[in-house]
């Protein structure tokens, strides 16, 4: 059984939805109120994904969602125990949706409404769902707005995982999408830790990307 969660101000009726529902026809999209708090939110959709799950005879459950419905699909992933796949992901709610606070206009139904600041604040506290194990994808729409990797790579690191020790910068490059290591001890596992940051606030791509939306693109605002 998959589920699908939309993402803020969205609703079942958004284009990811209609492509998800293109490879998989038996999808099911759980809609929650955007103005409305967090931890209500939260238990109004676990409810009535318990409620789906016993009226099949033991489905195995995916939870998928985009933007603010791929924060509340990691949060509904680790209370039920099951995997998730996260589009674009909101990471910090309240940061995220602070410049959203005031009228807004619902995208499909053209509906207004308030997103309140006490909403918004809902967010501020939530459990961290990687404490929990659990198949997780993560899928991310990249492009040169996202990531300037030259300006970042001064903060990579190179370590030896199995000595524990950090490599010298001369041992590993990076080109064409690949970290190709030089000077290996074998049987040794490496990996390379990297510093990102966004520089397009993620709800302002998610809705020119699937909501064609035109407008500047905003810079995340930073807490």
């Known amino acids: ?9 969205s609703s079942a009726a958004s284009r990811t939805f209609g492509l998800l529902r293109e490879a998989f026809p038996d999808a099911h999209a ?5 103005g409305g708090h967090f931890a209500a939110n939260l238990a109004s959709l676990q409810r009535r994904i318990e409620s789906l799950g016993r009226q099949r005879a033991a489905p195995p459950l995916v939870i998928t969602g985009a933007s603010l419905g791929g924060f509340y699909a990691a949060q509904l992933s680790a209370r039920l125990s ?26 499909h139904s053209g509906e207004d409404w308030q997103f309140s600041l006490k909403a918004c604040q ?3 506290d939530f459990p961290d769902p990687r404490q929990t194990p659990l198949p997780r994808l993560v899928v991310l729409g990249l492009n040169d707005e996202l990531l300037d990797p030259a300006q970042s790579m001064a903060y ?18 990076y080109a064409d999408g690949k970290v190709t290591l030089t000077g290996c001890t074998p049987w040794h596992e490496y990996t390379v830790s990297f510093l990102c940051w966004r520089i397009w606030e993620e709800i302002n791509m998610y809705n020119h990307t699937t909501n064609s939306w035109t407008s500047e693109h905003l810079r995340q605002l930073d807490p």
């Open 82 to 107: 099951c995997p998730c796949a996260l589009i674009n992901p909101v990471i910090w709610p309240q940061q995220t949706l602070r410049p959203f606070v005031g009228r807004q206009k619902h995208f």
């Open 122 to 124: 809902s967010y501020a």
């Open 156 to 173: 990579w690191q190179g370590y030896d995982r199995t000595t524990n020790t950090e490599l010298p910068r001369d041992c590993w490059q």
């Open 30 to 34: 759980l809609e929650y109120p955007s």
């Open 1 to 9: 059984m998959l589920i699908y969660i939309h993402g803020f101000n």
